[in-house]
């Protein structure tokens, strides 16, 4: 089993003694409000609410869940876009043994209906739109003062979070997270670097994602930082110049686009005050990590799934060894099997699925990741790639696109790339690769491609021969993303 340890020394002995495991959403709510009463907790459309007024507020939502009829082990269904008031609903149901079915609110109302059914929901809380969409009660509006209702008494094991996740299948299904594995993932991210304590948390992602509620909002408030929940993308950089946050929870392609506009315009778009970026849900380059070191911030690449409640495993050496995703956090069991696939046992694992026939464990108890991995001698984690997306070609040798997209991405005028299989002009398979160019690193904006394509090449022709590109795309535009900021792979042949 994983230890806490190796953490240690990446913070001092009080703020060590301080990250305390917990066994319920509400044990750190509690804890929080006691310790920082009139300290900010959420910042939200301009209005800043304290852990002392989130707690009366939380205790209200508590009444209205009540008056819809749900009991502790009941499931609410939320289908909202990112507010304090969607967080207050969260940690209501966290708080009376509810456990909340999250839902991304690109959702039709429709699709809505069904998983309601589906996932056995007793009633939703949605916007006024949704009123005559569900055969369940629906709770919308902003909530008004009411009577305070008692926290329930919650234990460790009940279900908390059903999250939506693609698995590793790649079908959409309810990954079903207990008090005890939310808990372990909020605990997880304090470990890994300084400053823990009382930060300015930037939450630009949804928290239908498991990275935007546990890593960068749940984490916030147990460690009784504020946290700043943006409208949407789109307002983020405006909240920050307002917020001046000091941590941002981010995936690659936005610290990607926060770093250019920064350059673009000669100024910090994440304000003066940001000190750290946790990144993760995707592979981060080695390039932004030491581009924004530069600009005195640290980014801190991590691995996770929404089925381990988010975190894995940190980095707190990027800078060292920025290609790896970091140290395994506490109370785990990591295995890479004999076919590469790394196999996880851990308090953070889910309970089940919910919504498919998918077996959740083999007969050994382990969780099969789908990704491939390997550690090196000092124990850090590296992920080389999927197992699904292995590529084996006629002559059997097998080709892992993200191990040889990594080589490629060392560039610094690589933002993005993907490797793949289709058939060339005489129907024979052959490997391409397809290239999005950084331009804020072309030093030649005319002759860009005839710069890239050579370098391109030359680390083509370096490459075993099995693993060589055939044909070498630079695109004009970004690749097409998924609602987490993930390329979208090509999954056909062409």
Excluded at 80 to 89: A, G, K, Y
Excluded at 205 to 232: A, D, W
Excluded at 234 to 254: C, G, K, L, S
Excluded at 273 to 289: D, Q, R, T
Aim: hydrophobic share 40%; aromatic share 8%.
């Amino acid at each position: 089993m994983t230890s806490r340890e190796p953490f240690r020394k990446y913070c001092d002995e009080y703020t060590f003694s301080q990250i305390q495991e917990m066994e319920t959403i509400g044990e750190m709510l509690r804890r929080s409000v006691y310790t920082w009463p009139n300290a900010p907790a959420i910042l939200y459309d301009e209005k800043t609410i304290s852990y002392k007024e989130l707690d009366r507020a939380v205790a209200c939502a508590r009444t209205e869940l009540k008056k819809l009829g749900l009991q502790h082990g009941d499931r609410l269904l939320l289908h909202m876009p990112n507010s304090s008031r969607l967080l207050t609903l969260i940690l209501a149901a966290c708080t009376s043994g509810i456990c909340s079915v999250i839902t991304p609110p690109q959702l039709s109302a429709a699709t809505v209906a069904q998983l309601t059914g589906l996932f056995g929901c007793k009633a939703v809380a949605g916007t006024e739109e949704d009123a005559g969409t569900f055969s369940v009660p629906l709770l919308f509006g902003e909530g008004a003062e009411c009577e305070e209702s008692a926290a329930e008494n919650v234990s460790g094991s009940d279900d908390c979070l059903i999250m939506f996740t693609g698995g590793t299948t790649g079908r959409s299904k309810g990954a079903v997270l207990s008090q005890r594995a939310v808990m372990q993932g909020v605990v997880n991210g304090c470990y890994g670097y300084s400053e823990v304590f009382s930060q300015r948390y930037l939450m630009s992602l949804p928290l239908s994602h498991v990275f935007g509620l546990i890593r960068g909002t749940l984490n916030g408030l147990y460690t009784g930082s504020c946290v700043c929940i943006c409208k949407s993308p789109q307002t983020m950089f405006r909240d920050a110049a307002n917020f001046q946050p000091t941590q941002w929870i981010a995936v690659p392609a936005m610290v990607e686009m926060a770093l250019s506009l920064s350059r673009k315009f000669a100024k910090k778009m994440l304000g003066d005050a940001m000190k750290v970026i946790i990144c993760g849900a995707a592979s981060v380059s080695p390039y932004l990590i030491q581009a924004w070191a530069e600009q005195g911030v640290s980014l801190f690449p991590g691995y996770g799934l929404t089925e381990s409640a988010n975190l894995v495993s940190g980095n707190p050496e990027s800078i060292a060894k920025p290609e790896s995703v970091g140290i395994p956090y506490p109370n785990q069991i990591l295995r890479i099997a004999d076919d590469g696939e790394l196999l996880l046992q851990g308090k953070n694992m889910l309970r089940t699925y919910i919504g498919t026939q998918e077996q959740t464990f083999d007969e050994e108890g382990w969780f099969h990741t789908g990704d491939l991995a390997r550690f090196d001698e000092d124990g850090f984690l590296y992920i080389t790639g999927r197992a699904k997306e292995i590529i084996v070609l006629k002559s059997g040798e097998k080709v892992s696109p993200a191990e040889v997209e990594a080589k490629f991405n060392t560039l610094s005028t690589v933002q993005d790339c993907q490797i793949y299989e289709t058939k060339n002009e005489h129907g024979i398979s052959i490997l391409a690769l397809e290239v999005v160019p950084r331009m804020a690193e072309m030093k030649d904006r005319e002759n860009f491609r005839e710069q890239l394509m050579q370098h391109l090449e030359e680390i083509n022709a370096s490459l075993p021969a099995y693993q060589r590109a055939s044909r070498i795309i630079i695109r004009d535009q970004d690749f097409e993303r998924s609602p987490s900021m993930k390329i979208l792979r090509y999954g056909r042949k062409v």
